[in-house]
Nanobody, 116 residues
Framework: QVQLVESGGGLVQVGGSLRLSCTTSGSILNFKSMGWYRQGPGKQRDLVAGFGTGGSTNYADSVTGRFTIARDNARNTVYLQMNSLKAEDTGVYYC??????????WGQGTQVTVSS
């Protein structure tokens, strides 16, 4: 059974940094794409940053220049480095992996709270 486990969330002040990790139960290379999503209070879950086919990356406009997605294939882990955090970055961050068969796997989420 495929599992994605996020970690690294927490409480941070505006302007601070956090690094989120998403570790998969199997090889990360089994996924066609992987990404980080955010669900703010009362909002829908939106893509923050992701890896597409061929290793291309894409970011939401709101985080471009502040967040960086990275991967360590040997550790089966995808990271999200978040710098210059803003209050509007608050939310639950989810990791998603999409298999080559088109099935989506989600982690349980990790809470990020940015206080002003």
């Amino acid at each position: 059974q495929v599992q994605l486990v996020e970690s690294g969330g927490g409480l941070v002040q505006v302007g601070g940094s956090l690094r989120l990790s998403c570790t998969t139960s199997g090889s990360i290379l089994n996924f066609k794409s992987m990404g980080w999503y955010r669900q703010g209070p009362g909002k829908q879950r939106d893509l923050v940053a992701g890896f597409g086919t061929g290793g291309s990356t894409n970011y939401a406009d709101s985080v471009t220049g502040r967040f960086t997605i990275a991967r360590d294939n040997a550790r089966n882990t995808v990271y999200l480095q978040m710098n210059s955090l803003k209050a509007e970055d608050t939310g639950v961050y989810y990791c998603k992996g999409t298999s080559f068969g088109g099935y989506d796997y989600w982690g349980q989420g990790t809470q990020v709270t940015v206080s002003s």
